[in-house]
């Protein structure tokens, strides 16, 4: 799959202090890439950059294969964007503002206008003034304006704020099938983790400005996508059964009553066995499935790739 989308070392400063620092990404073409990160991680301002909306301090942004410079004119009318709160003329219908952004990209196909608004579920109120519009319907139609000169590429900073479960499970489908049908790319931030789990083939994790990792779905369910999870009344004397009589050295201490075990060998029953013969409490024993939160945070708070790995 070829590559879409690409930074080398991208950095920016605010006032001589770095936002984003050194960060190498890769899209290939015809993927979701999920770009999750802490408020103020960076997510925003790297979206920023690469649809030239302010200049790298430094590093490079190739699209298409080509260097995007202050002059990418014809590589803007490839892509679609949302890029934080979407603007609107908002004494215009919805319909008005999608044309008014046609004619701006040169585009002059008639019946994208309806498709995109049928698309987007705002085919019934198309010439509602979008002063009415409720902020989910101003995300909807943030959207429409995005995806209705049919782009190659599509980076959405938080596209579904403000949509009730229904709306974003609807959208969730509008970005598959943009994805599957259309051969569109998708780049997109957000903080409803469940979403992008549903969604990406690929993740990129940011942090203080720093891209930590960046890897594939796949490789995050294969990555000891199940565990045990145990809450007992001695942490440390758990510990020492743990390794001592089973060998474990895999396992993550959650808080002062619960372990983590990330042993695939690991036989519940023996366990319980041997913390009941050492007078250890078992109040819980699960087998669980780890999600992309978990991966998430202990991506964030360990800082590299090993963090949910750690003893």
Same mark, same amino acid.
């Given at each position: 799959m070829s590559i879409i989308l690409q930074t080398k070392q991208l950095s920016k400063l605010y006032k001589k202090t770095e936002v984003v620092s050194g960060v190498n990404m890769r899209v290939r073409r015809g993927e979701i890439y999920g770009f999750l990160g802490p408020n103020g991680a960076g997510k925003t301002t790297v979206m920023r950059m690469l649809t030239n909306l302010i200049p790298p301090t430094s590093g490079e942004i190739e699209l298409f294969g080509a260097p995007l410079t202050p002059h990418s004119y014809e590589t803007m009318k490839r892509m679609g964007s949302i890029i934080e709160y979407p603007i609107f003329y908002d004494h215009l219908t919805a319909r008005a503002n999608l044309e008014?952004?046609?004619? &701006?990209?040169?585009?002059?196909?008639?019946?994208?206008?309806?498709?995109?608004?049928?698309?987007? @579920?705002?085919?019934?109120?198309?010439?509602?003034?979008?002063?009415?519009?409720?902020l989910g319907m101003k995300q909807?139609?943030?959207?429409?304006?995005?995806?209705?000169?049919?782009?190659?590429?599509?980076?959405?900073?938080?596209?579904?704020? @403000? *949509?009730?479960?229904?709306?974003?499970?609807?959208?969730?489908?509008?970005?598959?099938?943009? +994805?599957?049908?259309? @051969? *569109?790319?998708?780049?997109? +931030?957000?903080?409803?983790?469940?979403?992008?789990?549903?969604?990406?083939?690929?993740?990129?994790?940011i942090n203080h400005g720093k891209l930590l990792e960046e890897v594939s779905m796949e490789q995050v369910r294969g990555r000891h996508n199940e565990y045990t999870e145990i809450?007992?009344?001695?942490?440390?004397? $758990?510990?020492?059964?743990?390794?001592?009589?089973?060998?474990?050295?895999? &396992?993550?201490?959650?808080?002062?009553?619960?372990?983590?075990?990330?042993?695939?060998?690991? $036989?519940?029953?023996?366990?319980?066995?041997?913390?009941?013969?050492?007078?250890?409490?078992?109040? $819980?024993?699960?087998?669980?499935?780890?999600?992309?939160?978990? &991966?998430?945070?202990?991506?964030?708070?360990?800082?590299?790739?090993? $963090?949910?790995?750690?003893?």
């Open positions: 008014l952004h046609c004619e &701006y990209m040169g585009y002059y196909d008639k019946n994208a206008i309806s498709e995109t608004l049928d698309l987007v @579920g705002l085919s019934d109120i198309g010439n509602k003034p979008v002063k009415d519009f409720s909807r139609l943030g959207i429409g304006r995005a995806i209705c000169t049919k782009p190659e590429l599509l980076i959405l900073d938080e596209p579904v704020n @403000g *949509m009730d479960p229904s709306g974003i499970r609807e959208i969730r489908d509008l970005f598959r099938m943009l +994805s599957k049908e259309f @051969g *569109m790319t998708l780049l997109i +931030s957000s903080h409803i983790l469940q979403e992008i789990e549903q969604l990406a083939d690929t993740i990129g994790v809450v007992v009344t001695d942490v440390p004397r $758990a510990v020492l059964v743990l390794e001592d009589k089973l060998a474990i050295v895999n &396992y993550k201490i959650m808080d002062n009553s619960t372990i983590r075990i990330y042993d695939p060998r690991l $036989a519940p029953v023996e366990l319980n066995r041997l913390l009941v013969q050492h007078e250890i409490g078992v109040e $819980a024993l699960n087998k669980k499935t780890r999600s992309l939160e978990d &991966y998430f945070l202990g991506v964030i708070e360990g800082g590299n790739r090993d $963090a949910l790995e750690a003893h």
